[in-house]
């Protein structure tokens, strides 16, 4: 008779309910993602191109073929002749493009826009290997080598924050008004400022 | 002698499950994803974004009868379709972990037991604005 009901009963049970138990319930989620722009920017950059370059970005060659040049009125004395070549020693670049590609890195996870700026364009000479000085002006950005270069440029796409956006800075640089002291075959000149801004449109 | 047995049994098969109706999380700071907005950075590979963590104590509670201890159940919790509404068809993936629950109190024949969440989130493609979801817990028995 125990048995029976004992059998009865576990029949009951595996009928009434599931053999084990189980519960599901369900909420709602929600966080505030703020804008979040992260600038990766370089404290220092030296550049140090060689004098080869330098001469290459000057004049495009070293020594510079100014072109034939016919002179025809000479001023005559008694044993001497004396002509002008008067073609200028052209040409001479007073401007030097200088491009500096990863100058700074950018996460966002909102549309953004950098701008840049030279806030120091005066790289002096240090008073020991050079004098004078050599002007930076005339910056600009580009994003992601896309070709458009501007002092402010734009980004719709930021992607999230796992997108790593290339920022590539070129820059004029003057080197007309800078010399090296002698005996110095080198010089540093120094403390220009580009300042990199990165704000949300 | 099998009468407890019996007891325990049909005992087990009892479970509720508690949630509150909505969690809102802390709002994500650009402090713990970066150090600033501005970083110093000499051309090294970039530093990694951090990992945004949540903790939501208490977040769920289980009720079971006195004696039935919480681990001859399974806990399991997810979170689906979880992202931002202009971003249709984006999802931030969460990872979900149920910390061991504890005895916060008793209900006359019931015992309720309180368990934590952790939530990771992976932010890595979200644009910003309001996320949300919905979590889903589950408890089986074992």
């Given at each position: 008779?125990?048995?029976?009901?004992?059998?009865?009963?576990l029949?009951?049970l595996?009928?009434?309910?599931?053999?084990f138990?189980?519960a599901?319930?369900?909420?709602?989620i929600y966080?505030?993602?703020?804008?979040?722009a992260i600038?990766?920017?370089r404290?220092?950059?030296t550049?140090?191109?060689?004098?080869?370059?330098?001469?290459?970005?000057?004049?495009?060659?070293?020594?510079?073929?100014?072109?034939?040049?016919?002179i025809?009125?000479?001023?005559?004395?008694?044993?001497?002749?004396?002509g002008?070549?008067?073609?200028?020693?052209?040409?001479f670049?007073?401007?030097?493009?200088?491009?500096?590609?990863?100058?700074?890195?950018?996460?966002?996870?909102y549309?953004f826009q950098?701008?840049?700026?030279?806030?120091?364009?005066?790289?002096?000479?240090?008073g020991?290997?050079?004098?004078?000085?050599?002007?930076?002006?005339?910056?600009e950005?580009?994003l992601?080598d896309?070709g458009?270069?501007?002092?402010?440029?734009?980004?719709?796409n930021?992607?999230?924050?796992?997108?790593?956006?290339?920022g590539?800075?070129?820059?004029?640089?003057?080197?007309?008004?800078?010399?090296?002291?002698?005996?110095?075959?080198s010089?540093?000149?120094?403390d220009?400022?580009?300042?990199?801004?990165?704000?949300?449109? | 002698?099998l009468?407890?047995?019996?007891?325990?049994?049909?005992?087990?098969?009892?479970?509720?499950?508690?949630?509150?109706?909505?969690?809102v999380l802390e709002?994500?700071?650009?402090?713990?994803?970066?150090?600033?907005t501005a970083v110093s950075w000499?051309?090294?590979?970039?530093?990694?974004?951090?990992?945004v963590?949540?903790?939501?104590p208490?977040?769920?509670?289980?009720?079971?009868p006195?004696?039935?201890?919480?681990?001859?159940?399974q806990l399991?919790?997810?979170?689906?379709?979880?992202?931002?509404r202009?971003?249709?068809?984006l999802?931030?993936p969460?990872?979900?972990?149920?910390?061991?629950p504890?005895?916060v109190?008793?209900?006359g024949?019931w015992e309720?037991?309180e368990?934590?969440l952790?939530?990771?989130l992976d932010?890595?493609?979200?644009?910003s604005?309001?996320?949300a979801?919905?979590?889903?817990?589950?408890?089986l028995g074992?």
């Amino acid at each position: 008779m125990k048995k029976t009901t004992l059998v009865a009963t576990l029949l009951v049970l595996g009928f009434a309910a599931p053999l084990f138990a189980q519960a599901t319930g369900n909420t709602s989620i929600y966080v505030v993602y703020p804008r979040i722009a992260i600038l990766y920017y370089r404290s220092s950059i030296t550049l140090q191109p060689s004098a080869a370059d330098l001469i290459t970005a000057f004049a495009g060659s070293n020594p510079v073929n100014t072109g034939a040049t016919t002179i025809s009125t000479f001023t005559a004395a008694l044993g001497s002749l004396e002509g002008d070549a008067t073609t200028p020693a052209t040409p001479f670049s007073t401007n030097v493009l200088t491009t500096i590609n990863n100058f700074y890195q950018v996460r966002a996870n909102y549309q953004f826009q950098v701008t840049v700026s030279i806030t120091d364009g005066t790289l002096q000479g240090d008073g020991t290997t050079g004098s004078g000085n050599i002007l930076m002006s005339n910056v600009e950005t580009e994003l992601n080598d896309s070709g458009t270069w501007a002092a402010t440029v734009q980004q719709p796409n930021p992607g999230g924050l796992g997108t790593v956006h290339k920022g590539d800075v070129r820059f004029d640089l003057d080197f007309s008004g800078a010399a090296l002291i002698a005996p110095n075959t080198s010089a540093t000149f120094g403390d220009g400022v580009v300042q990199t801004q990165v704000a949300f449109y | 002698m099998l009468a407890p047995f019996l007891a325990a049994l049909a005992v087990a098969s009892q479970v509720q499950l508690e949630l509150p109706p909505q969690l809102v999380l802390e709002p994500v700071s650009v402090e713990e994803l970066a150090e600033s907005t501005a970083v110093s950075w000499e051309g090294n590979p970039l530093p990694p974004l951090g990992v945004v963590v949540r903790r939501v104590p208490g977040a769920l509670r289980l009720l079971l009868p006195i004696g039935v201890s919480p681990a001859s159940f399974q806990l399991a919790a997810q979170v689906r379709e979880f992202g931002n509404r202009q971003d249709q068809g984006l999802r931030v993936p969460v990872k979900v972990t149920v910390l061991p629950p504890r005895l916060v109190e008793r209900r006359g024949d019931w015992e309720v037991w309180e368990a934590d969440l952790v939530l990771h989130l992976d932010l890595s493609r979200a644009s910003s604005g309001p996320l949300a979801g919905r979590l889903e817990v589950s408890v089986l028995g074992r």
